[in-house]
């Protein structure tokens, strides 16, 4: 076994959850933290904090959805129930995001700051119990999952599924997700993502990624250097 826990013979294979799972795991930190901080008394700064939960919320949801519409429907179709335990958490995790829906207007609802501020820390408990049950469903991805995926996929084919999956994404969301990846994945990583951004896509998509994503993103050094890495200008 390696280190994570997987089979010696999977550790070196393509990963197709490690990104995207790196980018939600940093930013379920933040939000938690950012709504542990918060002055929900102060009610300009609670319609901030609640705005950026819903944009959490929405890619949170999102990434399911798509792991249900690209990466299930391809364990089913070459191992039936092979997928099964996966779906049934996802839909524990719709039931999550219905309470968190509820808690989410109960402090939007209350006026009083003290009501407001009672409200919004039954929101970040939730939020918390929310994290910890992604933080393990998660890990039964990249370990139980991924471990039937290199079994019944090449790389190759594990590439295409995601680069179906991605090729699905409109283009405000796919940036989204990146400016969730690049600030949580280790610089190799993120040097050999935008590497293949510039090696197969039109310099315009690898522009914008640079501009919307990756320098807003990164602190100024190490968007330096991944600029430098790339064999572009560094930043003004």
């Given at each position: 076994m390696s280190p994570g826990g997987l089979p010696m013979s999977i550790s070196t294979r393509y990963?197709?959850?490690?990104?995207?799972?790196?980018?939600?795991?940093?930013?379920?930190?933040?939000?938690?933290?950012?709504?542990?901080?918060?002055?929900?008394?102060d009610a300009a700064e609670a319609a901030a904090v609640l705005a950026e939960l819903d944009r959490h919320l929405m890619l949170a949801a999102s990434h399911l959805r798509h792991e249900e519409d690209f990466i299930h429907p391809a364990l089913e179709g070459r191992a039936p129930g092979a997928?099964?335990?996966l779906e049934e958490q996802h839909r524990h995790h719709g039931a999550r995001f219905g309470e968190l829906a509820a808690l989410i207007a109960a402090v939007r609802g209350a006026t009083a700051a003290a009501?407001?501020?009672?409200?919004?820390?039954?929101?970040?408990?939730?939020?918390?119990?929310?994290?910890?049950?992604?933080?393990?469903?998660?890990?039964?991805e990249e370990t139980?999952?991924?471990?039937?995926?290199?079994?019944?996929?090449?790389d190759a084919e594990q590439m295409a599924i995601e680069g179906a999956l991605v090729g699905s994404l409109p283009p405000e969301e796919n940036?989204?997700?990146?400016?969730?990846m690049l600030?949580?994945?280790?610089?190799?990583?993120?040097?050999?993502m935008l590497a293949g951004i510039r090696d197969t896509a039109p310099r315009e998509v690898l522009d914008a990624v640079?501009?919307?994503?990756?320098?807003?993103?990164?602190?100024?050094?190490?968007?330096n250097v991944l600029l430098q890495d790339l064999g572009l200008a560094l930043a003004a």
């Open positions: 990963d197709i959850y490690r990104a995207v799972h790196k980018g939600l795991r940093l930013a379920h930190g933040r939000m938690l933290a950012r709504l542990g901080n918060a002055d929900f008394a997928a099964a335990a009501a407001r501020a009672a409200a919004a820390h039954d929101l970040y408990l939730a939020f918390a119990i929310f994290m910890a049950e992604d933080f393990a469903h998660m890990n039964e139980a999952a991924r471990a039937r995926l290199c079994a019944l996929f090449t940036m989204a997700f990146m400016g969730l600030p949580a994945i280790a610089p190799a990583e993120r040097l050999a640079i501009e919307h994503a990756a320098r807003p993103s990164l602190p100024p050094r190490e968007f």
